[in-house]
């Protein structure tokens, strides 16, 4: 799968750094397969005969593969569990645990006052306590709620409309974004609009308008007039031909003409905005630039230069007229647009591609990246992170709660939360039927709880799920 326009032949078990490490002239995308996508057999000098059998080969090698990594996954769930057991044994073994690291300066001491002895004693407590609390049992309770499944390929990004409007947009690969009914978990609308990949999707902060950018190059805006009375869609764990597939697409209103087109780019755009007041939009590209929008006009007003590889991502302040954009050279950059004259500031603290940079509470910051981290930044000090998390695995589109709670999504399939002080909170499951089966693309807040959820993911497995997230405390 990528974010560039071409189509899919087959699925590439490879991460999404690899993915995107491809220049936007790639042919390979990974995802499935599906009819539309396969444009290199439409050739009128192939017979219909030619193409069946090519069909039923293709689909014989995507069956084979899908047994293949079913039976990987199975192993890495093998590995989690025992992991698991063998820190609950731990746990019950506290003679185990090795202090040595912690405390051997302090012993190797010499203790040549009583104020002294209290000094170390009162380390020696703390430190034993923070060793200890990492085996305390889980203070959230996480639970998976609702499935969203319809897309043909990955699902870049999954977004919450603004309060009151129960529902969720999805962008995805196979060229279209959905829009779904929270509560019912059914297909409301199809954009069909775009010619590549849909990367980003954001919903208007006060109107019914959508907001995608795509690997054709371009950002859309349209109009979400949504069918309340739908059939509910397929399960996710139904199998359908490809007739039933079309069937039941056919019954789900389908959009191909955005109410405005922003152009300006030569690479694939891989994320647009809006900015405080929805006046301008900022976007994103794999060109390096950053543009900055009238959504009026649709024209082009400022291009924002200044990286030096891909940009990956970009968001703004709630409130203020400040944006963030990521990159691939291992950067961000803060955008200030409060003034006539746009100032921008560089921020180094990645050894990796920047995968993501969101605002959050208290003035703050925080970035992704592919080196296995997560930095969160002050805003008005911002010459080194306050807090850093490392984790074991490329960490994706993260996304900050309004009570400052980070929901970190992975390559490795795993959705982990912190705070902002870098304090590990939960791990989301993860199992054959709970949680996702391939690497996490995007996780999402929501601004209140909807129907029980508050918590929204998606990725490569073409599924969108809705979780609770509860401190045990409230419950």
Request: aromatic content about 6%.
């Given at each position: 799968m990528?974010?560039?326009?071409?189509?899919?032949?087959g699925?590439?078990?490879?991460?999404?750094r690899?993915?995107?490490?491809?220049?936007a002239?790639?042919?390979?995308?990974?995802?499935?397969?599906?009819?539309s996508s396969?444009?290199?057999?439409?050739?009128?000098?192939?017979?219909?005969?030619?193409k069946s059998k090519?069909?039923?080969l293709?689909?014989?090698?995507?069956?084979?593969f899908?047994?293949?990594?079913?039976?990987?996954?199975n192993?890495?769930d093998?590995i989690?569990?025992?992991?698991?057991?063998?820190e609950k044994?731990?746990y019950d073994?506290?003679?185990?645990?090795?202090?040595e690291n912690?405390?051997s300066k302090?012993?190797?001491?010499?203790?040549?006052s009583a104020s002294?002895?209290?000094?170390?004693a009162?380390k020696l407590?703390?430190?034993t306590s923070?060793i200890?609390?990492?085996?305390k049992?889980p203070?959230?309770?996480?639970?998976?709620?609702?499935d969203?499944?319809?897309h043909?390929?990955?699902?870049?990004?999954v977004?919450v409309?603004?309060p009151?409007?129960?529902?969720?947009?999805?962008a995805s690969?196979d060229?279209?974004?959905?829009?779904?009914?929270?509560?019912?978990?059914?297909?409301l609308l199809?954009y069909?609009?775009?010619?590549?990949s849909v990367?980003?999707?954001?919903?208007?902060?006060?109107?019914?308008?959508?907001l995608?950018?795509?690997?054709?190059c371009?950002?859309?805006?349209?109009?979400?007039?949504?069918?309340w009375?739908?059939p509910k869609?397929?399960?996710s764990?139904?199998e359908?031909d490809d007739?039933?597939?079309?069937r039941?697409?056919?019954?789900?209103?389908?959009?191909?003409?955005?109410v405005?087109e922003?152009?300006?780019?030569?690479?694939a755009?891989?994320a647009?905005?809006?900015?405080?007041g929805?006046?301008?939009?900022?976007?994103?590209?794999w060109?390096?630039?950053?543009?900055?929008?009238?959504?009026?006009?649709g024209?082009s007003l400022?291009?924002?230069?200044?990286h030096?590889?891909e940009?990956?991502?970009t968001a703004?302040h709630?409130?203020q007229?400040?944006a963030?954009t990521?990159s691939?050279?291992?950067?961000?950059r803060?955008?200030?647009?409060?003034?006539s004259?746009?100032?921008?500031?560089?921020f180094?603290?990645?050894?990796?591609?920047v995968?993501?940079?969101?605002?959050?509470k208290?003035e703050?910051?925080?970035?992704?990246?592919?080196?296995?981290?997560v930095?969160?930044?002050d805003?008005?000090?911002?010459?080194?992170?306050?807090a850093?998390?490392?984790l074991?695995?490329?960490?994706?589109?993260?996304?900050v709660?309004?009570?400052g709670?980070?929901?970190?999504?992975?390559?490795?399939?795993?959705?982990?939360?912190y705070?902002?002080?870098?304090?590990r909170?939960a791990?989301?499951p993860?199992?054959?039927?709970?949680g996702?089966?391939?690497?996490?693309?995007?996780a999402t807040w929501?601004?209140?709880?909807?129907?029980?959820i508050?918590?929204?993911?998606?990725g490569?497995d073409?599924r969108?799920?809705g979780?609770?997230?509860q401190?045990?405390?409230d419950?």
């Open positions: 990528s974010l560039n326009n071409n189509t899919s032949i699925k590439i078990p490879k991460s999404k690899n993915v995107l490490n491809r220049p002239s790639s042919s390979i995308l990974e995802g499935d397969f599906y009819l396969r444009l290199d057999m439409e050739n009128e000098s192939i017979t219909p005969t030619y090519l069909f039923t293709f689909k014989q090698i995507e069956k084979e899908d047994m293949l990594y079913q039976e990987n996954q192993l890495h093998k989690d569990l025992l992991n698991e057991k063998l044994e731990t073994k506290p003679d185990c645990i090795d202090f912690n405390i302090v012993l190797g001491k010499k203790l040549s002294q002895k209290s000094k170390t009162h407590k703390a430190q923070k200890v609390s990492s085996f049992t203070s959230f309770n996480c639970t998976l709620v609702k969203y499944s319809g043909k390929d990955g699902v870049w990004e977004s409309a603004r009151g409007v129960p529902v969720i947009g999805t690969a060229h279209t974004a959905h829009i779904w009914g929270i509560e019912s978990t059914r297909n199809q069909q609009g775009h010619s590549g990367n980003s999707i954001r919903f208007h902060p006060s109107k019914d308008l959508v995608t950018g795509s690997g054709d371009t950002a859309h805006i349209w109009q979400a007039v949504l069918n009375d739908l869609g397929q399960s764990e139904e359908l007739e039933i597939e079309d039941i697409d056919s019954k789900i209103p389908a959009l191909r003409t955005p405005r922003l152009f300006g780019h030569t690479g755009v891989s647009a905005e809006w900015i405080s929805a006046e301008q939009i900022i976007t994103a590209s060109d390096r630039l950053a543009i900055l929008h009238d959504v009026e006009t024209t400022v291009q924002l230069a200044g030096d590889q940009l990956t991502h703004t709630p409130t007229k400040l963030v990521s691939r050279d291992t950067t961000f803060l955008w200030d647009f409060r003034e004259v746009h100032s921008v500031s560089v180094q603290g990645h050894v990796e591609s995968t993501s940079v969101v605002f959050a208290e703050k910051v925080v970035s992704s990246s592919d080196d296995r981290s930095k969160v930044w805003l008005k000090n911002m010459r080194s992170p306050v850093t998390i490392r074991d695995s490329a960490v994706n589109r993260l996304s709660s309004p009570n709670f980070i929901a970190i999504p992975h390559d490795n399939r795993n959705i982990r939360l705070d902002l002080t870098g304090q909170l791990r989301l993860r199992s054959s039927r709970q996702h089966n391939r690497m996490v693309a995007c929501a601004d209140e709880v909807l129907n029980g508050n918590l929204f993911t998606c490569f073409r969108v799920l979780w609770s997230i401190s045990m405390k419950l």
